[in-house]
């Protein structure tokens, strides 16, 4: 006989309302009794729908979106703008969107969120994950629906993933500073190891190659990104004898990199090429304007959801191995270099 909702609060020691809050979200439970009515839930091999609304017969239209967004982080313009292009074309074809934010960017929590969607039911799950190695989606979620990574190379787990193409920008912007006759180009990045800062790294690592101009890693700063971060590396940098251009891979250190720059009246570009990372309003009113690489991140989203709903209408093959998108970024050139 398949376990019930009373067996899972007797294994929890919680009440029958705590479990359905916990499945159904609907009133504050702390994360310790949540994760007893989790181990419960997995324990007993029990399924929300099996009490609540039937076996899962059907399809429940909706889809979980995952991504992390800190509240002084800049990147929350590129995610917001991504799941604006997800909500769109799905609602398009009848699908909803339930939106997670892990702020704390700690992997308890994108595990926690992915459990509660799966207490929902969803049908998909789209997520940049804020772990190199996605191997705990093999537990949590194993192949009971189609995955969709965007912004990231899953590994760990197999799905599809969706990308802006961060090498070739970056080619393209160090081939723009290289042919000003810059040799000594400053990089500033993110943490390496997500997908999207090692592409960038190795952008830059090749245009250096193609002009013979050897790789020299006190050029390089790499520091978690944000404001201050950006502010101190750039500082940092400037004391590299000979460095005339700098290239930031990332938008919230594009900001703090360029508040220092302003502070201390360095001239753009006469004292110092920059290129940055993202384009934002605040770009266009820098003294002066700043060349950027513009991401196309609802063309992301966009794409994140067709790939999502072609997994879904025609069927979630398990065995189908999955596939790599990426769409161009583009160089958007004002006065900064």
Sequence with gaps: MRAGIKQVAKLAEVSTATVSHVINNTRFVSLETKEKVFRAMEQL?????????????QRSNTIGLIVPMLPSDTSNFFFMTIAQGIQKTLKRHGYH???????????????EQIKLFNAK???????????EDVGHLNEIVGRKYPVVFID?????????????????ATLQALRLL???????????TGSLGITTSMERLEGYKK?????????????????????????????????????????????VLTMGAMSYLQERRIRIPQDLAVIGYDDYD????????????????????????????????????????????????????????
């Design 97 to 111: 969107m339930l939106l997670s934010n892990n702020s704390t960017e700690e992997l308890e929590e994108e595990i």
């Design 45 to 57: 091999d029990f399924r929300p729908n099996a009490v609540a609304q039937s076996l899962r017969s």
């Design 282 to 337: 605040w770009t266009k009113i820098t003294t002066p304007p700043l060349t950027v690489i513009r991401q196309p991140s609802f063309e992301l989203g966009e794409r994140a959801a067709e790939v999502m709903l072609r997994r879904i209408e025609e069927g979630f093959d398990k065995d189908e191995e999955p596939q790599a998108y990426r769409l161009p970024a583009e160089l958007v050139v004002r006065d900064s270099c």
């Design 207 to 251: 245009a250096l190659e193609e002009r013979g101009i050897p790789f020299d890693p006190a050029l390089v700063r790499e520091t978690n990104a944000s404001f201050e971060n950006g502010h101190q590396a750039v500082q940092e940098l400037l004391e590299t004898p000979d460095m005339t251009a700098l290239f930031v891979a990332n938008n």
């Design 121 to 131: 039911q969803i049908d998909g799950l789209i997520i940049a994950s804020i772990a």
């Design 178 to 188: 290289l042919d000003k006759g810059h040799k000594r180009v400053g990089f500033l």
């Design 152 to 168: 990231r190379q899953p590994d760990g787990y197999k799905g599809d993933y969706i990308l802006s193409d961060g090498f070739g």
